[in-house]
């Protein structure tokens, strides 16, 4: 989190063009296009196996396209490996978190990217660790304790907080807030605006339309693989709900007719 | 962060700051910090330290020699040639990858020596480095086949086991056994040549010396930087006892013939080792790649020449052992490396305590292990114990540290340890 001004507000940082992947037979992604601009927060929703984490991974240098091409910054790039993401400034906070669990927090916060390569300097790592966990507001009882010793809560927000230890310009969230408390929700959506205000691009995949609505100044709909949509966040849930499912008379809108039928009752 | 606002303090360290660790930070908090790591499972030297006890007082009462300094001594020369091996196996266990060719290696590298020097009259330099370029080509290949066609280590380095042998046998030809000359300095190095006595007492207070020098320094910058330090008593304590210790080992050794140059190189790798392990960023990426390989692949660590580096290092030092046993047995010849080598060298590095499973290890362990290791083979050779017997109580002890590896594993798992 250490200064990283990214040029103007609004300038195109990142933008995909007919992106594809396919596994063998089955083609997660076909022909997906994003934009994501400086100092924007976009957020993708869709439902289970959209092709969201795996558009992610493509973006984050796992996975590579089948077709389509990735521009960063106006220049086109090949993200062929997860660390040529990190350089660029992509940074991820994985679904899974990637961490590990047999190092400690400081070593995982600065895994691949440590100081001082021939003589790490630990006591360096140590402060900066404490000082991106509080301004993180996080609750970590000691940053020497073996990450296997932490709670679910506590290692999603080590793995935010690594995301943001390289200043990158753009941060990617796997549902960054599945696995957390009222108060660190809150938390990280606070960071995710203070993020924004920083002129970095974030996309956030979550399935809590509360939180993507109070944060996303984009939301881009998933389906099967394409993009099915692009709304504002003051679209109505009815709206939402019916691109992520694909139909208007869905699981969702059936529920809701059934309340308000038993309310009027 | 503090929840009592009726209590204001002075500001605390960075680390301490949260109220629901219990801070160890006098002796006795550190004794209880050590007592509760054991109690999940994080056993660290604690099993060989009972060990090396229990094997000293159990051939010491069937056969005083075993003490006796110039056994020690004797122990000590062994101890170099397999250690220097099991150092290699460290870095790839680390990985939870194997080496099960280290033997061979160490045979090929032998015969190497043997051949080059005593019989085409290479100079002797030149002939130790073939033979450990020989070990980083191997290992090039094993990582080769691991990284590129997916080959399990266990299986590439078996296949490994019987070509290197051969090559063994092939270039010792016929006649199957070369004698290196008593009077050159290899041999020297590895049968006779110890340290002046003055030297081993000066070199073992470096340790010592060391230690609370860079506590001090830590110690310093950690306070300087707003964390806590280690207290100082606890740091004059440990470099007291580890320098008392030291000099108490060491004038002792020099009873009887004194302390070995071999070890001496051997205790300097260890040391390096340890080093690398974990003050660089290539030790920190291996503990990494051991613990969860797709983690250490997307936070950016090239992965692949990580498992280059650890399998080139493995097969490299596991020739270097080979020279080292040539040199200490005057001979390169076609029982180099075979039997019980390279179970030592594995044994040694699980005793010690680095995981099979990859992501726990240490250079210490090779130490430690070996030792324990070479004073059981010893002990038993000084009984007149056939080599059936040997073969049956390494395979048993060997057997037992893996078990309190996978036990000690468990434990740490439910106390949630890693």
């Known amino acids: 989190m250490s200064g990283n001004e990214t040029g103007r507000a609004g300038e195109r940082l990142l933008s995909l063009r007919g ?9 997660a992604l076909t022909d997906i296009e994003l934009d994501v601009h400086a100092g924007e927060v976009v957020a993708l929703v869709g439902d289970n196996g959209a092709g969201k984490s795996t558009l992610v991974k493509v973006l984050a240098g796992v996975h590579q396209p089948t077709a389509g091409t990735v521009e960063f910054m106006g220049r086109e790039v090949t993200l062929d490996s997860p660390a040529a993401a990190l350089n660029l400034g992509i940074a991820t906070v994985f679904q899974d978190l990637a961490l590990c669990e047999n190092l400690d927090v400081v070593a995982n916060l600065f895994l691949g990217h440590e100081m001082n390569p021939w003589q790490l300097d630990e006591v360096q790592m140590e402060v900066r660790a404490w000082t991106l966990l509080r301004e993180l507001a996080a609750r970590i009882p000691s940053v020497r304790e073996p990450v296997a010793s932490l709670s679910g809560g506590q290692r999603q927000t080590v793995a935010i907080a690594r995301s943001l230890l390289l200043s990158p310009k753009v941060i990617m969230l796997d549902e960054p807030t599945a696995a957390l408390g009222v108060a660190q929700t809150a938390e990280v959506l606070n960071l995710i605006e203070r993020v924004r205000d920083r002129g970095l691009g974030v996309i956030i995949i979550s399935h809590n339309m509360e939180d993507v609505r109070a944060v996303a100044d984009r939301i881009v709909v998933l389906r099967l693989g394409r993009n099915n949509g692009v709304f504002t966040p003051d679209a109505s849930n009815h709206e939402l709900v019916a691109a992520i499912t694909g139909a208007t008379e869905n699981a969702v809108s059936r529920r809701e007719s059934r309340k308000a039928a038993e309310v009027t009752e | 962060m503090s929840n009592q606002p009726q209590k204001p303090l002075a500001p605390k360290a960075l680390d301490r700051a949260d109220e629901r660790v219990r801070n160890d930070d006098s002796i006795a908090g550190a004794l209880r910090g050590f ?35 110039n056994n020690l001594v004797n122990l000590l020369f062994d101890c170099a040639t397999v250690g220097v091996i099991s150092l290699g196996i460290v870095c790839v266990l680390m990985l939870g990858e194997i080496d099960l060719s280290v033997g061979s290696m160490s045979g090929l590298a032998s015969a190497m020596v043997g051949v080059l020097w005593v019989n ?23 990582a080769t086949l691991y990284t590129r066609l997916g080959m399990p280590s266990f299986i590439a380095t078996l296949a490994g086991l019987l070509a290197i042998l051969g090559m063994q046998l092939y270039i010792l030809g016929p006649t199957g056994s070369i004698n290196l000359p008593y009077a050159s300095p290899l041999v020297r190095f590895g049968q006779l040549m110890v340290m002046p006595a003055w030297f081993s007492h000066a070199v073992a207070l470096l340790p010592g010396i060391v230690l609370l020098l860079t506590g001090l320094g830590t110690a310093a910058r950690r306070r300087a930087a707003g964390l806590t330090a280690q207290p ?23 009873l009887g013939r004194g302390v070995p140059w071999m070890f001496g190189l051997f205790a300097l790798l260890v040391v390096v080792l340890q080093y690398a392990l974990t003050r660089t960023k290539w030790g920190r990426s291996l503990f990494a790649v051991g613990g969860n390989r797709e983690a250490a692949r997307r936070s950016g660590i090239n992965v692949r020449r990580i498992y280059y580096s650890a399998f080139m290092l493995c097969s490299t030092l596991a020739a270097l052992g080979g ?32 995981s099979l499973f990859g992501g ?28 059936s017997l040997r073969y049956m109580i390494t395979g048993g002890v060997l057997a037992i540290a893996v078990i309190v590896d996978s036990l000690a594993r468990q434990s740490r798992v439910t106390h949630g340890r890693g």
Do not use: C, H
């Open chain 1, 19 to 27: 992106i594809s992947k396919k596994f063998g037979a089955v083609s």
């Open chain 2, 35 to 69: 007592l509760d790591r054991v109690r999940s499972g994080d056993l660290g030297i604690l099993p060989v330290a009972v060990g090396l006890v229990v094997i000293s007082v159990v051939f010491s009462m069937l056969n005083p020699v075993f003490l006796a300094p």
């Open chain 2, 120 to 142: 085409m009259g290479w100079p002797i330099p030149v002939a130790i480095g073939a033979a450990l370029i020989a070990g980083a080509v191997i290992g090039f290949i094993y």
């Open chain 2, 232 to 254: 100082m008593s606890l740091l004059l304590i440990k470099a007291g006892v580890l320098t008392a210790a030291l000099e108490f080992a060491v004038w002792y050794l020099n």
């Open chain 2, 323 to 354: 020279v080292l046993a040539a040199a200490r047995l005057a001979s390169s010849s076609q029982q180099a490396g075979t039997g019980d080598v390279n179970l030592n060298a594995i044994a040694a590095a699980v005793i010690g305590g680095t």
């Open chain 2, 360 to 387: 726990r290890g240490s250079a210490w362990a090779a130490l430690l292990g070996i030792i324990v290791i070479q004073a059981i083979s010893n002990g038993l050779t000084l009984l007149n114990l056939s080599s």
